[in-house]
């Protein structure tokens, strides 16, 4: 049974940090592209961030560039979102995912990941 589960959301004033983490089971994780995402309410599902099959690459929207931080850990099945200096706009559910990629790079788009987690929720107070 094919299994991502989010963990590490919360609430976190303005300026904090929190660790998401993306645990994977029941596919072949070391051959897929690990992508984060997010969606506030009433807004789009937003691609985040991406980490690549290999730990080669990784991808970040521009609004996260240099505060989030992507890693992978292949032979614990767990990605990991590293998220620093939080602001209100990053409240959301997060939501990790599985691609696999095909070679074609990275993609935001939602119907290249296969697989998905529940989310977990990220609050940001002001």
């Known amino acids: 049974q094919v299994q991502l589960v989010e963990s590490g959301g919360g609430l976190v004033q303005a300026g904090g940090s929190l660790r998401l983490s993306c645990a994977a089971s029941?596919?072949?994780?070391?051959?897929?592209?690990i992508g984060w995402f997010r969606q506030a309410p009433g807004k789009k599902r937003e691609g985040v961030s991406a980490?690549?099959?290999?730990?080669?690459?990784?991808y970040y929207t521009d609004s996260v560039k240099g505060r989030f931080t992507i890693s992978r850990d292949n032979a614990k099945n767990t990605v990991y979102l590293q998220m620093n200096n939080l602001k209100p706009e990053d409240s959301a559910l997060y939501y990790c995912?599985?691609?696999?990629?095909?070679?074609?790079?990275?993609?935001?788009?939602?119907?290249?990941?296969?697989?998905w987690g529940q989310g977990t929720q990220v609050t940001v107070s002001s």
């Open positions: 995912a599985a691609d696999p990629e095909y070679g074609r790079g990275f993609s935001t788009a939602i119907e290249d990941y296969k697989y």
């Open positions: 029941g596919f072949s994780f070391g051959n897929y592209v």
């Open positions: 980490i690549s099959s290999a730990n080669s690459g990784t």
